[in-house]
């Protein structure tokens, strides 16, 4: 089957700019406390339902994979980018890091505990969202939990040039309610959002408004 053009343009994308966009996102975590927040809650939902197995989607240089791992979760990492998998593998050795799409998970049906999309779902179009949720809670168990991070807006906005380097990254900008109820369709019931006004960091500000959003797919859920 031949693959959609938006995941060759956006794996070629961060394959071109691995150095510069680790050290952009380096200290971000640190910085961004409402951020480690909702990270440590969703793990503590985890923990709470007895803990497995769970995956960042999309996980880039593995930073926020391996902070799951920090908070006691069980977790591995999976990007479309060989160049990000590359590095995530060396400065991470004990974890797991596999390259491969979110739209066509490897997993048997409810093998996770948990899913984080930490940013990955952006550069996803809108008529891919269905099918990305409808695997988001194929793989997750009765019970499992997702957690996921976005930009909020209206439009998307296309990006040629990184760091100086030739890109080609479409950046989908969302609203909340929007993808709650696509959350919803898909069977996982969203019970958290948070919304977080833009920051700035290291002299660079967010552009937007920021976007959380907690679901669980139903304990009794055997579809």
């Known amino acids: 089957m031949t693959e959609p053009d938006f ?3 956006t794996r070629t994308s961060y394959d071109t700019m691995v150095a510069d966009y680790i050290e952009f996102v380096r200290d971000e975590l640190a910085a961004r406390p409402l951020d480690r927040a909702i990270l440590a809650a969703f793990a503590e939902l985890v923990l709470a339902d007895g803990g497995g197995p769970v995956l960042e989607v999309g996980c880039g240089p593995g930073r926020i994979t391996r902070h799951l791992h920090d908070l006691g979760l069980d977790a591995a990492g999976l990007d479309l980018s060989p160049g990000m998998i590359a590095h995530a ?3 991470y050795p004990d974890l797991r890091f596999t390259e491969g799409s979110m739209l066509e998970l490897d997993l048997a049906d409810g093998a996770l505990a ?3 999309a930490w940013y990955s779902v952006i550069h996803l ?3 891919r969202l269905p099918a990305a ?3 988001f809670h194929r793989v997750l168990a009765p019970g499992g939990h997702l957690l996921l991070a976005f930009q909020v807006g209206d439009e998307p906005v296309h990006r040629t040039d990184a760091w100086g ?3 080609s990254l479409t950046f989908h900008r969302r609203r909340p309610e929007r993808v709650a109820a696509l959350l919803e369709a898909a069977g996982l019931i969203v ?3 948070m919304r977080r006004e833009p920051q ?3 002299g660079w500000r967010e552009p937007t408004p920021q976007a959380y959003l907690l679901a669980r797919r139903r304990d009794d859920d055997r579809r």
Do not use: N, S, W
């Open 114 to 116: 948990g899913l984080v």
């Open 125 to 127: 179009p809108d008529d």
């Open 7 to 9: 995941l060759t343009a």
């Open 89 to 91: 593998r060396r400065a």
């Open 200 to 202: 700035e960091l290291g």
């Open 165 to 167: 380097r030739p890109v």
């Open 191 to 193: 019970h958290a959002r």
């Open 133 to 135: 949720f409808a695997e």
